[in-house]
């Protein structure tokens, strides 16, 4: 493993479910982020995270609902998805928001049926 | 808006191949470049890093080189192997927290 971990690694959801995504970082990075990785697209920054508080939100949908208590820990909450949602949901840390240096994690492949 | 566009969307090589991987992107106002490497299944990886003011970066058989001004990065595989074979993303840093990626090129060396 890289030093970040997301679970579940596959998740397949409803339209109407509530679910959640998991990140973990064993780092010591004090920024987070999420990035979706859709088919045929490049990748496209979410949320970013610094030292706990939300620094930035990319135009995000509001069905999409990030969670960050701590330093080492992210959450993506899911609910009344779409379809179209379905993707590659990358978390990511790095040592301050702003520095370029990016540790991923492997990803959670989503499906919504 | 910063477009980063990567040329050829897909290759297959033999082993043993010198390779080079394109990348443009539309804005030259860029803070630095960086080089992923995405194994099927898995995360990014960083390959190379280059500061804008930088004109190139060596690692191993990787060598990434910058022209800024043109909007330009090539990412030159020496003696290639079937463990390259991966998908390589281009990101270019601008303001902000963002990367700006390519969509990727899709690397195949066959033995």
């Known amino acids: 493993e890289t030093g970040v971990t997301q679970t579940p690694r596959h998740l397949v959801m409803g339209m109407t479910n509530k679910k959640s995504l998991k990140c973990e970082q064993h780092?010591?990075?004090?920024?987070m982020y999420w990035y979706k990785q859709s088919a045929k697209k490049p990748l496209e920054l979410m949320f970013v995270?610094?030292?706990?508080?939300?620094?930035e939100n990319n135009s995000v949908p509001s069905r999409f609902s990030p969670e960050c208590p701590n330093s080492s820990h992210l959450f993506l909450h899911l609910h009344t998805l779409q379809p179209e949602d379905s993707a590659l949901y990358l978390c990511?840390?790095?040592?301050?928001?702003?520095?370029?240096?990016?540790?991923f994690g492997a990803g959670s492949r989503l499906t919504v049926l | 808006k910063q477009e980063v566009t990567q040329i050829p969307a897909a290759l297959s090589v033999p082993e043993g191949e010198n390779l080079v991987l394109n990348c443009s992107f539309t804005?030259?106002?860029?803070?630095?470049l960086q080089w992923f490497r995405q194994d099927p299944g898995k995360g990014l990886t960083s390959l190379l890093l280059?500061?804008?003011?930088?004109r190139e970066q060596t690692s191993g058989r990787l060598n990434a080189s910058l022209d800024k001004s043109s909007g330009r990065s090539t990412l030159y595989i020496a003696a290639s192997q079937p463990g390259d074979s991966a998908t390589y993303l281009c990101?270019?840093?601008?303001?902000?927290?963002?990367?700006?990626f390519g969509k990727g090129t899709s690397l195949l060396v066959t033995p």
């Open positions: 780092l010591g990075h004090n920024a």
């Open positions: 990101a270019v840093s601008q303001t902000g927290y963002a990367l700006n």
């Open positions: 280059i500061q804008s003011s930088q």
């Open positions: 804005d030259s106002a860029i803070y630095n």
């Open positions: 990511a840390s790095s040592p301050y928001s702003g520095a370029n240096v990016l540790t």
């Open positions: 995270y610094s030292l706990e508080e939300r620094v």
